[in-house]
């Protein structure tokens, strides 16, 4: 996948969740929830875009390490509104799952750029 491709993706994703969170009820826990998730989930887009202009390596690495920790945290709060009862999981599958391969091809790519192997 191209970087361009990514930060389509990534941006997409962000898109979709915004989307969901608008249809949610609104109540002081789901705001509380809602507003952490579409703060991650836009963060993976934001923070990928960053990576592409590291002005090194490690600088990339740690740029990376962000969205790997972003995408991450976007699916524990789609894992909590399921857990919770507060959606069902077929109405979140589609981002479930896009954030579960989000943080699997940003570990991929940390792996490779640290030359295969994860500190």
């Given amino acids: 996948m191209t970087p361009d491709e990514m930060k ?7 898109i979709a969740v915004i989307k969901f969170a608008r ?22 887009g934001a923070n990928y875009r960053a990576s592409c202009r590291a002005r090194s390596k490690p600088d990339f690495i740690a740029k990376l390490g962000i969205v790997e920790e972003e995408s991450d ?3 524990f709060w789609l894992e909590v509104l399921v857990e919770a009862g507060m959606v069902k999981a077929e109405a979140v599958a589609k981002l479930l799952d896009e954030a579960e391969q989000l943080v ?16």
């Fill in 104 to 119: 699997r091809i940003i570990v991929a790519a940390i792996n490779t750029a640290r030359g295969g192997h994860r500190s």
């Fill in 23 to 44: 249809t949610l009820p609104r109540d002081p826990v789901t705001d509380v929830i809602v507003r952490q998730l579409v703060k991650s989930s836009s963060s993976v």
């Fill in 8 to 14: 389509g993706r990534t941006r997409k994703f962000a």
């Fill in 73 to 75: 945290e976007s699916l």
